[in-house]
């Protein structure tokens, strides 16, 4: 199982990006992708999750009505809209899945599997 993120850059306060993570090795019914970032020195912290069974979402407060996450079931690749960006956006973003039910979608430690970061920078 491989999650491929991509899509990150550099972008001024107010602009947009649209990061994307491809899937592969396995079609992720029954679980839950979501999207994880990390800024230096701090904790990595969820940003938002999608139950790919119901496409039902999830959004940290501070990403409410700025970013959209959703998954083009077709392609295997799962995305993260992020508009309005704000420099305390900036930090290394990761997909990640859980398999449903199976604890707290917010806590980083309930995903199985993880994608490499792709590294967001908002300047002000």
């Known amino acids: 199982v491989q999650l491929q993120a991509s899509g990150g850059g550099l972008v001024q306060a107010g602009g947009s990006l649209r990061p994307s993570c491809a899937s592969s090795g396995r079609t992720f019914y029954n679980y839950l992708m979501a999207w994880f970032r990390q800024a230096p020195g701090k904790e990595r912290d969820f940003v938002a999750g999608?139950?790919?069974?119901?496409?039902?979402?999830y959004y940290e407060d501070s990403v409410k009505g700025r970013f959209t996450i959703s998954r083009d079931s077709a392609k295997n690749t799962l995305y993260l809209q992020m508009n309005s960006l704000k420099p305390e956006d900036t930090a290394a973003y990761y997909c990640?899945?859980?398999?449903?039910?199976?604890?707290?979608?917010?806590?980083?430690?309930?995903?199985?599997?993880w994608g490499q970061g792709t590294q967001v920078t908002v300047s002000s």
């Open positions: 999608i139950n790919v069974n119901t496409g039902f979402t």
């Open positions: 990640a899945a859980m398999r449903l039910g199976s604890s707290d979608y917010r806590l980083k430690t309930s995903y199985t599997y």
